[in-house]
């Protein structure tokens, strides 16, 4: 079983910088973390869950929504069985729910969600 758990969520103005973390654990997950793919979705209100960015444990190059490359990046510390969202000169339509997920390498699904953190920016 894993378990993942977002923090750093919160409110900020406009171009300003957050940094969320996901924090993994489970015998699963502590066992064969090199084996997994990081990913970050964010949903707003009345929006569907978007893709934001992903990274295999182990790879030194990531995927971007378009809406985001250039201003976020996401990393891992394999060391701590943690992924980090770097999120820089934030907008208002940034505003959302963060979530973070696990998936298999391989598989087609994530199949591991975290709880959710709230992002605002504030215009």
């Known amino acids: 079983q894993v378990q993942l758990v977002e923090s750093g969520g919160g409110l900020v103005q406009t171009g300003g910088s957050l940094r969320l973390s996901c924090a993994g654990s489970?015998?699963?997950?502590?066992?064969?973390?090199?084996?997994?793919?990081m990913g970050w979705f964010r949903q707003a209100p009345g929006k569907e869950r978007e893709f934001v960015a992903a990274?295999?444990?182990?790879?030194?190059?990531?995927t971007y929504a378009d809406s985001v490359k250039d201003r976020f990046t996401i990393s891992v510390d394999a060391r701590k069985n943690t992924a980090y969202l770097q999120m820089n000169n934030l907008q208002p339509e940034d505003t959302a729910v963060y979530y973070c997920?696990?998936?298999?390498?391989?598989?087609?699904?994530?199949?591991?969600w975290g709880q959710g953190t709230q992002v605002t920016v504030s215009s």
């Open positions: 997920a696990a998936k298999p390498r391989g598989s087609p699904n994530y199949t591991n």
């Open positions: 489970g015998r699963t997950f502590s066992n064969y973390a090199a084996n997994y793919v």
């Open positions: 990274i295999y444990w182990h790879a030194s190059t990531a």
